[in-house]
């Protein structure tokens, strides 16, 4: 993997990580391997979020009250930590995700334009 | 998220590090074994799919240091964030940020000031080595008078012999001398004569030249002399040779041996040099004086003070045995040198710090006020943070950060007021505060008055913000919704209001009380006519005047002098000014009457004057003559005071009578004279019996001088100053005041300590003030609406007044009950800072309640004539 890639993908990540990361748990608690695992699967493997990046991202998250954490157990028995939303991560949600669309939106009318 | 977990995790990252760093690394860890199955799953073997998974990973350090770093990283950034916004929002609002930091740097200002003054005063220790183990010695009264009295030097030598608690015991005698040599005119300087143990039981040592040798401590070898640092830079211009040189103390030569540390001094730091005492074991003093040593002593390590106490208490019994005349009642008291300086400022200090904590506590009111009511206005604000996902705590965080930030901008103007108010205090205090002039302020009343911002932010911060953090998201985003206040939120600004009138009027009544004592202290009658009198000391040095006829004549012919200038109309002097605290004192007894037991005989003030000293001075003659120029040493005549008069002499007359003072065993002298009592020790002292004899009888070498002008008194000091000149050019004289001055100077501490008080009441009365018509204004404000309504359904201007100052005075007299209740309980330490008064003297207590009420209902009626000119078609509009 070159250095250039991971550049891409911190910048990438930046905005829409968080984002990402809070669509990920909006159905269900999950901990840090199902958070990427589940990133993988709603982007369709477009994004592959590594641990070095991910971690960082949950604990801010956390900081921020976005999200909790709970231990518990793995579906294979082993002893994990679990993250889900809380009322505002649910509201930052919301709102990134109408920001989202409505810079996307943006960008699109602004790349068609002649 | 609630608060308490965010302070939680603020909590795991900063003092459970390593708590977080495991669960950390366990988390990690699940991730890596997680993905090892998954990849296993996928069909690799073992090893392979661990291989891929640490790949993957990219290292378990690195990812727990970037999870570290954005931790870090958020918390500093929103604690950053905070400090911008509030700083930001505490601009955009200049008028509410300016009363709200002046508000605080007032109260903090005013605690700083008066910290540092008992952080100078009381906790520093003083400036002698191990100054716990000092303590001072006195002789006390066994039947309840003195308990610090002076010393017998024979009493003195015996305790110094047969004490064993002591590791150095020094006795001090504090004197006036004339010194010459350096530069300048000759000057009467005070003087320290003391025990060659003085420097070892303070253990502090010259900074040049020595200590006294035991040697020197000895009649015959005692003509050194060691100066203090000042009179050594002002005086010999800080010769670095200085010792070894002479200085001429008294007329006589004396060797200057060394030169105190700067700043070092010993219960007076006017004394600018210390001789040695030479008591000599081989005179037997109790036959030959007097009381008048003050001693000093050093405790051993590990002796306590009431070990030294039990043992002296001894002594003193043996010594009361040994020599009954004498000793009779007469016990020890052991002090400690701390509790000798303060003990008698600290009940004031614990006042003022009262008082300060006081004003400081209804500037948080004030500002905790404003800040609701800043709350109300930024409701929408709130809401809107609230709306888009601030959590409740990310809301009080920003808010207390605010508080703190305006609490820490009070505080640094504060500590700029502070700064002003010590130079103000040093500057204008009496001189009498012991340690004034060690006070400053230091690191430790900086981190004091960092601590106290921190705390008042907090304090003051957190009620609006816990207010204000919880909106009430539909209403306030309501589209004309009012942004008024919930009734809660009208509760807690009442309830601000009522501790602040509160608190105020016990400040109030504390200055109150002052006042009306300093009042009564200056009412005294002193029993003398203070206008126009000019005093001055001279001391004529032993040895140019060693005969006793010298010395009377000295003081006549100045007299004669002084009487020639244009506008004296009288001329005397006394051996003793009143209302300067320094006295002389001796027992009495009455011959044919019976005597009282040795040692219980009546004390008498012993005083000795020039004939025209009554007429100078004002003091009328009650009975009989007043003593002249045939009263030689030979007449034995007397005049007694009013006191004595009636109190030893109560049905007979007096003149003609015989009174023994026991000072020299000469026997009695004939009264032939009653003149009127004066205030002798302090203008709150009761006048004691006293004796006046004539200058002849007790040729005092030093003497007040007492001038009575027909004008302005001060005016003659330079004629006055030219004739003692023109009698011996070489005699300084000192203490130049005019009696006005004498007696302001003896009450210059009450007048300090009411000062202070009524500026700290007068502070509180202004902020108290100000905090109601801030909130009898935004009431008024808040009931536009309503005021509307009541006027279009008829209600008048005067209907509408009553109701809104009446809501005022509602809080305003509640706030007045709650005070006195405290004041009654509270006033009780002022006690023994009054004279005259009761702590709970009722027309302070009335009048000061009567100007609090009036002042607030200036406040409330300023907002309520503004609510009654609202035009009722406009205020219904006003939404």
Not at chain 2, 99 to 123: E, K
Request: with cysteine.
């Amino acid at each position: 993997m070159s250095n250039r890639d991971d550049d891409f993908t911190a910048d990438l990540l930046q905005g829409t990580l968080d984002l990402l990361v809070l669509k990920a748990l909006s159905a269900q608690p999950l901990h840090g391997l199902g958070v990427s695992t589940r990133i993988n699967q709603i982007t369709k493997g477009t994004f592959d979020v590594k641990p070095g990046s991910l971690f960082p991202a949950l604990h801010r998250m956390e900081e921020a009250g976005w999200l909790k954490a709970e231990w518990g157990e793995s579906e294979n028995n082993r002893r994990a930590k679990f993250y889900s939303l809380t009322r505002a991560g649910r509201r930052q949600l919301e709102t990134e995700t109408e920001d989202w669309q409505r810079i996307s939106l943006a960008i699109g009318s602004a790349l068609r334009a002649t | 998220m609630t608060l308490f977990s965010k302070g939680g995790s603020l909590l795991r990252n900063t003092t459970r590090r390593i708590q977080v760093d495991r669960e950390l690394t366990e988390e990690v860890g699940t991730y890596v074994e997680l993905l090892t199955e998954k990849k296993m799953n996928e069909g690799m073997n073992e090893k392979e799919a661990r291989r891929a998974a640490m790949v993957e990973v990219g290292g378990v350090e690195q990812v727990k240091e970037n999870v570290r770093e954005g931790r870090m990283g958020f918390a500093m950034e929103t604690f950053v964030q905070d400090i911008r916004y509030g700083l930001r929002s505490l601009l955009k609002k200049p008028g509410f940020t300016l009363t709200a930091v002046i508000a605080l740097a007032l109260g903090i200002g005013a605690n700083t000031a008066i910290f540092s003054v008992i952080n100078g005063v009381l906790l520093r220790s003083l400036a002698y080595g191990n100054p716990e183990r000092i303590v001072m010695l006195w002789e006390k009264s066994l039947t309840g008078g003195n308990q610090q009295n002076v010393i017998s030097p024979g009493n003195f030598l015996d305790w110094e012999k047969q004490s064993g608690s002591f590791e150095h015991m020094a006795a001090v005698w504090d004197l006036r001398a004339n010194l010459t040599g350096g530069s300048g005119e000759p000057e009467e300087i005070k003087a320290q004569f003391v025990s060659a143990g003085f420097f070892s039981t303070l253990g502090v040592q010259p900074v040049m030249g020595r200590a006294f040798l035991p040697q020197e401590d000895k009649t015959g070898n005692e003509l050194v002399i060691i100066l203090s640092h000042e009179v050594w830079q002002t005086r010999f211009g800080s010769d670095p040779q200085i010792v070894g040189k002479q200085a001429t103390v008294n007329g006589r030569q004396r060797t200057i041996v060394g030169v105190m540390p700067p700043g070092f001094h010993f219960l007076d730091n006017q004394v600018k040099a210390w001789a040695p005492l030479a008591l000599d074991p081989a005179v037997n003093y109790r036959e030959t004086t007097g009381r008048f040593l003050r001693a000093v002593a050093r405790l051993k390590p590990g002796v306590s003070v009431q070990q030294a106490q039990g043992e002296l208490a001894g002594i003193a019994k043996q010594l009361e045995q040994a020599y009954p005349t004498k000793n009779i009642n007469w016990g020890i008291n052991v002090v400690p040198m701390h509790e000798q300086i303060v003990g008698e400022i600290r009940p004031i200090l614990i006042v003022l710090l009262a008082a300060v904590a006081f004003v400081l506590l209804i500037a948080c009111a004030n500002v905790a006020n404003l800040l609701l009511s800043r709350a109300a206005a930024r409701q929408k604000e709130l809401a809107l943070r609230a709306a888009l996902g601030a959590g409740r705590a990310r809301l009080l965080r920003q808010m207390m950060t605010e508080s703190v930030l305006l609490a820490l901008m009070g505080g640094a103007l504060g500590v700029l007021l502070a700064v002003w108010g010590i130079r103000l205090l040093i500057a204008f205090g009496p001189d009498n505060i012991p340690r004034l002039n060690e006070i400053s302020v230091d690191l430790g009343v900086l981190a004091f008055t960092f601590a106290v911002s921190l705390i008042t932010g907090l304090l003051f911060g957190l009620v609006p913000a816990l207010q204000a953090s919880r909106p009430d998201l539909n209403d306030a985003l309501k589209e004309g919704g009012r942004g008024s206040t919930s009734g809660r939120t009208g509760t807690l600004r009442n309830a601000f209001v009522v501790a602040e009138v509160s608190l105020a009027l016990v400040l109030l009544i504390g200055a109150g009380l002052m006042i009306r004592s300093f009042a009564r202290l200056q009412s005294v009658n002193t029993g003398f006519q203070a206008e126009n009198v000019l005093t001055m000391r001279a001391q004529l040095p032993g040895k140019k005047y060693p005969e006793p006829h010298q010395i009377v004549d000295f003081f006549k012919h100045a007299q004669e002098r002084i009487a020639t200038i244009p506008g004296v109309q009288a001329v005397g002097a006394i051996s003793y000014l009143p209302l300067t605290g320094l006295t002389s004192r001796d027992s009495f007894k009455i011959p044919g009457q019976p005597s009282l037991a040795a040692g219980q005989e009546p004390g008498v003030e012993v005083r000795v004057v020039t004939p025209a000293y009554f007429q100078a001075m004002g003091i009328p003659l009650l009975k009989g003559r007043l003593l002249d120029e045939r009263d030689v040493k030979e007449t034995r005549v007397l005049l007694i005071n009013e006191t004595l008069a009636k109190r030893y002499f109560p049905n007979t007359d007096p003149l003609g009578k015989q009174l023994e003072v026991m000072w020299d065993g000469s026997g009695p002298d004939e009264i032939v004279g009653v003149v009127g009592d004066i205030r002798e020790g302090a203008l709150t002292k009761e006048p004691e019996p006293a004796i006046y004899w004539s200058h002849p009888r007790e040729p005092y070498s030093g003497m007040a001088l007492v001038i009575r002008a027909t004008g302005n008194a001060s005016r003659l000091t330079t004629a006055v100053q030219k004739e003692i000149r023109g009698l011996d050019p070489e005699q300084p004289i000192s203490e130049v005041r005019t009696m006005e001055q004498v007696i302001a100077k003896s009450i210059a501490r009450p007048r300090f300590n009411t000062l202070l008080l009524s500026i700290f009441a007068g502070v509180a009365l202004v902020l108290a003030s100000v905090g109601l018509y801030g909130v009898m204004n935004y009431s008024a404000t808040q009931r536009t609406h309503e005021v509307g309504i009541r006027m279009a359904l008829g209600a008048t201007r005067s209907d509408i007044m009553k109701l809104v100052v009446g809501n005022g005075m509602m809080l305003t007299v509640l706030g007045i009950g709650i005070g006195i209740a405290a004041s009654l309980i509270l006033t009780r330490v002022m006690a023994s800072l009054l004279f005259g008064v009761t702590a709970t003297d009722l027309p302070t207590f009335a009048g000061v309640s009567a100007v609090l009420a009036g002042v607030a209902l200036i406040a409330n009626y300023i907002p309520a004539r503004r609510a009654t000119r609202v035009n009722p078609v406009i205020a219904l509009r006003y939404e």
